[in-house]
């Protein structure tokens, strides 16, 4: 979609936009079944809506952003005080499987990887080794 580069700076600044926004999430919802088909018609995939409220990751909805010009998910979890945005996408084709890669931004944490054709992007002010956390429930609930 974009490089690594340009990506990480245009989704912290989407996330910094976006936790200071006053209407944050378009779609609120805890319920992921609620949630995912809000996407249809929306975003050209289905993006996995998981739900880790008992792992502390309340989801409270989901909204539509664009990344490089292309229509992406971005799906809002919240940990205690903190919003987490997990941003996803299709991966380009033949892209495979890639592991967490964590970075930090701006006094934002970043978490990246790639599952089931989808690229994932987790972005918060929480600590480094609870998005890390985060991003690990995730991916081991996406098939």
Do not use: C
């Amino acid at each position: 979609m974009t490089s690594r580069r340009s990506a990480t700076r245009e989704l912290v600044d989407l996330h910094t936009t976006i936790v200071g926004s006053t209407n944050p999430i378009d779609v609120v919802s805890t319920d992921r079944h609620t949630v995912k088909p809000w996407f249809a018609g929306k975003v050209e995939f289905a993006p996995p809506v998981v739900d880790l409220a008992g792992d502390g990751f309340a989801l409270v909805g989901g909204r539509l952003d664009y990344v490089a010009g292309k229509r992406v998910a971005a799906l809002v979890y919240r940990q205690g005080a903190h919003l987490i945005n997990l941003f996803a996408w299709p991966a380009p084709p033949r892209a495979g499987e890639t592991a967490e890669s964590a970075s930090s931004r701006d006094g934002y944490n970043m978490v990246r990887w790639t599952r089931g054709g989808i690229e994932f992007w987790a972005i918060s002010d929480v600590n480094a080794a609870e998005l890390r956390r985060f991003a690990a429930l995730v991916r081991s609930r996406v098939p």
